[in-house]
């Protein structure tokens, strides 16, 4: 069996030498402002995934969710482990969720309309000619016009052994009027373990759609890990993301949204724990390219330690988005002397009657409110975590899915426990 | 016998001294009120004792059951017993009530102990249904868009779910409507116990009337100027203060 695209060895070699050609990005790139491009360094790592060794079944087990879920999906070492499906009328309703390279496979056409079509606008070209020379698998999702999905749909990707590599993969199609929530577990399998993670996401959300996409990126704190996130939301559809950072020594996260049907609306969330000395490289771009469309963008940091974080996001009116509400907002806590917060906003509206505003500002936790905690009874330590929780819960309660958000606090407070 | 003991107690803010010389005792089991003019030092006096970093003691001593306090961080001060219901309680964005009072009972088990969340919950719903407070309010954000009243109702639902040795309870009555007075009042009474000793501070005899103390204080410029029994608050309430201080007038404020 042939598969189109996918597998297909010229294509491959294609992005390979696109991969090699293009230059490394240097300090001078506009793209990678305050990003110490030394940190992307990739000769250390395999060039493709090597197989996991020993026990699958370990994954598995440690591949802990939400409690109800509409289907989990667990790969390791872009290797697929488990697919579980546990909602079984999801496919009589023509849900197609499949491993990539299957559904790239069955539904050619519909994976080449789709697959890395919107490239990386934000700097990444070299390293998403890397990731489609290198991907292997990750997640198809299609849904049908006017299905609606209730439980979130879970997938895993796990990074064991050392100096290896993954190149996960999500594309989701949410075709008219149907609603899905797609949850992304990014996790290293050793602490301690050196990787490289280059990851891409397309998603779609179709006319009067509605999407809930999270991913949750906790690769070991010695990964390298680029991420080129691409959405574009259809007319009167809604895309809710949030990125919850918590992994990774270097982490550039690379998100761009389109709108491009009028009333559609747009979320882009993202929490950060930093600590120790990771950088977080975040962003961003709000592209309206349809009248009468809303952005809303949340960034919110908390920085310990020497950690550093980078925001640059853009707003773009395009000249045909008139009635255009767009916003960014990006909020950061600073935890310790040593940590440092770089914002960089921008904006360019070339339509009329635009609401737009941006903002970046950094803060200290509050001695009132840490005295108010204190004189509960609550050790420095415990209130200082519960105040970067509560700072950050502004994001996650956006998703507005409770379940899911303990989940993310869970998840949260195992990194504060460090 | 068991109390919390106040002696002679200098305080400063900045170099501005705002305690000046104060002694007081509140056996375990008793409940004395202080009632003084606004800048007196009244919550200043509260904050000193739960530990605030802000006031430096720059004399006398704080003892808790014969334990000098005074050195203890404000968390562990909390830990053994004294707890502040503050005049101006804080908003503390995104943290709800339930998680807020998880931590602080959890601080109070032993070490490696874990909260049993079923019995949490239940504890915690009984005290909200004596304060008869929304069980909603779980999971709201500590304070955030509270109203006056809501925020001292729950500095109240706090206390109840702490059960200090020793509460200060910083004008808890201000900003409460008649029914929320008496409701919090009645949150009060029920925890009047002889293992615990309380310091209301307040304006009104109003609140006296529903939460009767056992010994009435004036504050006058950081020092007690007067003690008596409860009928004192009728006094100060038609005669005001003045008369307390013709020899020494309090500063303007
Ligand atoms: N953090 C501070 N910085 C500066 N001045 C302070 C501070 N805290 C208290 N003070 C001053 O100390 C004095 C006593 O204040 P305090 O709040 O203790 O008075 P109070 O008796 O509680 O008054 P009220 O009845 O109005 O609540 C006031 O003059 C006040 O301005
Ligand atoms: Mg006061």
């Known amino acids: ?97 499949k491993p990539l390279e299957i559904a790239a496979a069955e539904h050619p056409e519909l994976f080449a309309k789709h697959f890395m079509a919107h490239g990386a606008p934000l700097g990444s070209e070299k390293f998403a000619a890397l990731h489609a020379a290198s991907v292997k698998t990750g997640t198809f999702l299609y849904v049908p016009r006017g299905v609606e999905i209730d439980l979130p749909i879970e997938v895993f990707h796990w990074l064991s052994g050392e100096k290896n590599s993954s190149f996960p993969h999500t594309l989701l199609i949410a075709e008219a009027n149907s609603k899905v929530t797609l949850v992304d577990y990014f996790t290293g399998a050793q602490p301690d373990a050196s990787g490289l993670a280059v990851g891409f996401n397309d998603l779609y959300v179709g006319e009067g759609a509605q999407l809930n996409y999270v991913c949750v990126q906790n690769w070991s704190l010695q990964t390298l890990a680029i991420q080129v996130n691409n959405t574009v939301v259809g007319a009167n559809a809604s895309a809710k993301s949030l990125n919850v ?174 | 016998m068991k109390s919390l003991v106040i002696k002679d107690l200098h305080a400063n803010i900045g170099e501005r001294e705002i305690i000046k010389g104060l002694s007081l005792e509140i056996e375990c089991g008793k409940i004395h009120a202080i009632m003084g003019p606004n800048g007196s030092g009244k919550s200043t006096l509260s904050k000193v004792i739960a530990g605030h970093p802000d006031y430096t003691v720059t004399s006398g001593e704080v003892l808790m059951d014969g334990e000098n306090i005074l050195g203890m961080a404000p968390d562990e001060r909390a830990r053994k017993g004294i707890f502040l219901a503050f005049q101006y309680p804080m908003e503390v964005p995104g943290v709800t009530i339930a998680n807020f009072l998880r931590a602080a009972v959890s601080a109070r088990l032993p070490e490696g102990e874990e909260l049993e969340a079923t019995e949490y919950y239940q504890r915690l719903y009984e005290k909200m249904d004596l304060l008869e407070m929304d069980r909603s309010f779980t999971a709201r954000s500590v304070n955030e868009g509270f109203s006056g009243g809501e925020k001292k109702r729950c500095e109240i639902l706090q206390m109840a779910m702490l059960e200090p040795k020793y509460a200060i309870l910083d004008e808890t009555d201000s900003g409460l409507d008649i029914d929320a007075l008496r409701i919090v009042s009645h949150g009060v009474n029920v925890l009047r116990s002889p293992d615990r000793g309380m310091l209301l501070i307040t304006h009104y005899q109003r609140l006296l009337d529903y939460i009767v103390p056992d010994v009435i204080h004036v504050m006058v410029a950081g020092k007690i100027v007067m003690s008596g029994p409860k009928e004192l608050a009728l006094e100060l309430e038609s005669k005001g203060y003045d008369w307390l201080t013709e020899e020494e007038p309090a500063p303007a404020v």
């Open chain 1, 1 to 97: 069996m042939s598969i189109p695209l996918f597998t297909d060895e010229p294509v491959r070699a294609a992005a390979r030498q696109l991969f090699k050609s293009l230059p490394m990005p240097g300090r001078l790139d506009e793209a990678w402002r305050f990003a110490d491009t030394k940190a992307l360094d990739m000769s250390p790592f395999e060039a493709m995934p090597a197989p996991i060794d020993g026990d699958p079944a370990r994954f598995v087990k440690r591949s802990r969710g939400l409690t109800e879920t509409a289907g989990k999906m667990i790969f390791a070492n872009d290797q697929l482990l488990s697919r579980e499906v546990l909602d079984a009328s999801l496919a009589q309703k023509g849900v197609i969720w």
């Open chain 1, 245 to 418: 950072n918590l992994g990774a020594r270097y982490a550039r996260n690379e998100s761009a949204s389109q709108l491009i049907g009028e009333g559609g609306r747009s979320d882009m969330l993202s929490v950060t724990v930093a600590d120790g000395d990771q950088v977080f490289d975040q962003r961003t771009f709000q592209d309206h390219l349809a009248p009468g469309a809303f952005s809303d963008l949340l960034y919110k940091n908390a920085l310990d330690g020497g950690a550093r974080t980078i925001f640059a996001g853009m707003i773009k009116v395009e000249p045909d988005a008139h009635r255009t509400d767009a916003y960014q907002k990006v909020r950061n806590l600073l935890l310790s002397d040593n940590a440092e917060a770089n914002s960089m906003p921008g904006l360019e509206i070339l339509a009329d009657e635009v609401r737009c505003s941006h903002g970046a500002t950094s803060g200290q936790i509050e001695p009132e409110e840490l005295f108010y905690l204190l004189a509960r009874g609550i050790s420095k330590n415990n209130a200082q975590r519960l105040l970067v929780q509560g700072f950050l819960q502004e994001a996650i309660d956006r998703i507005g899915n409770p379940a899911l958000a303990e989940k993310l606090g869970e998840i949260m407070r195992a990194k504060f426990g460090n």
